[in-house]
């Protein structure tokens, strides 16, 4: 079983659409988060929810807005997509328990055409 | 402002050579230390982490890293590289009991067969 899984793995869609990523982890743990990484491989946080409360929300426009209904989901829904939000996200989750050792899922290859 | 650098951008190293990657950190305070690795076109995997006690911890495939408080270091290190190390390898820091996870912008490895 996949610990951390994301879907769709491929999105292929044309500016202007708005367009949902969802996660969902197995592993029991409290935190979830998004991560956005360009096509120079850069790694940068955009969310994170810990049981379900938002307690990282970096720079991001908001046209991107994360939904957590339970501690072992964490959605992404992007408005308006740009040609600039072609990217890979991964979702990612941790716990205390461990060091908060982020256990990252397969990503989500977005291009905007 | 909390960082976290890697110096080499890209490695080209033949099969057999040791491998010798640099990654420091800026924060104020007690950290948690991570590398991880991407191979080409999958998500990012845990290869080692240092949260205390013996700074010089051992990971998968053979890898290791050595934590030196002093310099704010925690360099990854292989005897002897395989051509399946060719990936993408990235240094991270969290402070410990924090949310978030910083990542340094990733070195290349590129192992010549």
């Known amino acids: 079983d996949t610990a951390v899984s994301q879907t769709p793995k491929y999105l292929v869609t044309q500016m202007g659409n708005d367009k949902s990523i969802k996660c969902e982890q197995n592993?029991?743990?409290?935190?979830m988060y998004w991560y956005k990484q360009d096509s120079k491989k850069f790694l940068k946080i955009m969310f994170s929810y810990n049981n379900k409360e938002l307690i990282i929300n970096e720079t991001v426009p908001n046209r991107f807005s994360p939904k957590s209904p339970d501690k072992a989901h964490l959605n992404l829904h992007i408005n308006s997509l740009e040609l600039g939000d072609s990217a890979v996200y991964f979702c990612a989750s941790s716990s205390q328990g461990s060091g908060n050792t982020i256990y990252f899922g397969e990503g989500s290859w977005l291009t905007v055409v | 402002a909390q960082s976290v650098s890697q110096h080499n951008h890209h490695v080209i190293l033949s099969e057999a050579a040791s491998l010798e990657l640099g990654c420091n950190y800026s924060y104020g305070g007690t950290v948690n230390l991570f590398w991880y690795v991407q191979y080409p076109g999958q998500h990012l995997q845990l290869l080692l982490k240092?949260?205390?006690?013996?700074?010089l911890v051992k990971g998968i495939k053979g890898f290791e890293a050595e934590f030196i408080k002093s310099k704010f270091s925690f360099n990854l290190r292989k005897p002897s590289v395989q051509w399946s190390d060719t990936a993408e390898y990235f240094c991270?820091?969290?402070?410990?009991?924090?949310?978030?996870?910083?990542f340094g912008a990733g070195t290349r490895l590129f192992v010549k067969a």
């Open positions: 240092y949260f205390s006690g013996d700074p």
């Open positions: 592993l029991g743990h409290d935190t």
């Open positions: 991270a820091v969290i402070l410990t009991g924090g949310f978030k996870t910083i």
